[in-house]
């Protein structure tokens, strides 16, 4: 099936899949807020985040606020090619399934 073909597995988790499409549409999220809206445990999150970075698909800053540490993802240029090659993909399975 050619529509296989957009798939990237880095977003094949539905965690990863979530981060991407967050990230696509606000250009930075902590790591706070996404624990928040995803509903993760710390290592969990952390162990989906780092697959994105090891891809190269996010790229991560860390500032302070308030005197705490926060670390901000977004997505990378490849990340964001990567996401909608796998959005499309997925778009063109459904179509196929729909007739």
Do not use: C
């Not at 985040?49 to 240029?77: H, N, Q, S």
């Amino acid at each position: 099936m050619k529509a296989l073909d957009g798939l990237d597995s880095a977003f094949e988790h539905r965690a990863r899949l979530a981060i991407g499409v967050l990230l696509a549409r606000h250009d930075e999220i902590s790591f706070a807020r996404f624990k928040q809206s995803l509903s993760l445990t710390d290592g969990n999150l952390g162990a989906q985040l780092r697959k994105l970075e090891d891809a190269g698909y996010l790229a991560l800053r860390r500032d302070f606020v308030e005197r705490k540490p926060v670390t901000w993802y977004r997505l990378t240029d490849a990340g964001r090619d990567a996401l909608d090659s796998h959005l499309a993909a997925l778009q063109a399975m459904i179509a196929t399934a729909a007739g």
